[in-house]
């Protein structure tokens, strides 16, 4: 039972890191290619599915303050990996720095809440997704069943029909897991070109929409709220240091948090509310 708990010293940690060959990780990304990852997890489902959908139904205006609070949690989360990654500069994540402290079965349950972590992350984005692909199709007169669009927990309200299975998120997570085995230079290069399309997105929302702002759809401000972002870019950023070509550590900035916040304000004052917004869950 002592095995389980025992630490790995960080002298060893560091040995292993230097490793090169085969059983090693080739480092290929450099610092944009870091920066680009952490700006690509930011910027994700919570601004372009969910934000609207907690403005219109829940949160209304108050979405703003959501996500300022949510940014407050994020430099904080950035600020410990920060301190995290001076004193055990390795890739890793919670997981190194649980075996590092911890031990070997604390390591093994942080890690696997990981995984579990970006399943379910990775499912949700791959959700939206799928919907965005539906509004894509309906432009050209076509249009995916409910019934091969939506999980079997799900039910359509107008016709009753039941889900199956969510077929074109299945095929996204598909074609995502094969770019990724097919290497980190080529998913950096696709979630970089994806980072710059978003980023032109949200300025383009915000610098067009800036206009359009009524006052009168602040009112109320408050209904209620069931939005919640996480530090995502942070950790991301912070497992894959390990394949960053030089050794320096970089900071990546939370600051985009404030494109949630020029983002959600367009959106909240773009166009009223719905009708009863804010009654309940």
Not at 59 to 66: N, Q
Not at 82 to 93: K, N, Q, R, V
Not at 240 to 257: F, L, P, Q, T, Y
């Amino acid at each position: 039972m002592g095995n389980l708990f025992a630490t790995k010293p960080i002298d060893k940690l560091m040995e292993e890191s230097r490793d090169v060959g085969e059983h090693s990780l080739k480092r290929s990304l450099g610092p944009v290619n870091l920066i680009a990852l952490g700006i690509g997890a930011i910027i994700g489902a919570g601004l372009f599915v969910r934000t609207a959908a907690a403005i219109a139904d829940r949160a209304g205006p108050s979405v703003v303050l959501a996500f300022m609070v949510a940014g407050l949690g994020c430099a904080f989360a950035g600020l410990c990996y920060a301190e995290f990654a001076s004193m055990i500069p390795l890739a890793g994540s919670a997981y190194t720095y649980s075996y590092a402290t911890m031990g070997e079965f604390v390591a093994w349950i942080i890690g696997w809440d990981l995984i579990l972590e970006y399943a379910v992350a990775a499912a949700t984005v791959a959700i939206a997704w799928s919907e965005y692909a539906n509004r894509v199709l309906e432009w050209f007169g076509m249009r995916i069943p409910y019934q091969w669009s939506h999980s079997p927990f799900q039910k359509a309200a107008e016709t009753g029909a039941h889900g199956i299975m969510n077929v074109p998120a299945v095929l996204i997570l598909l074609l995502l897991t094969l770019l990724l085995i097919r290497g980190t230079k080529e998913s950096a290069l696709v979630n970089g070109l994806i980072v710059v399309l978003k980023t032109c997105i949200v300025l383009l929302v915000i610098t067009i929409g800036w206009g359009f702002i009524n006052p009168a759809n602040h009112t109320p401000f408050i209904p209620a709220a069931t939005i919640y972002t996480t530090p995502q870019g942070v950790r991301r950023f912070d497992c894959r240091s390990r394949g960053e070509k030089s050794k320096a550590r970089h900071a990546d900035w939370n600051s985009w948090v404030a494109r949630y916040l020029h983002g959600s304000l367009c959106l909240v004052c773009l166009r009223p509310q719905r009708p009863g917004y804010g009654r309940g869950f």
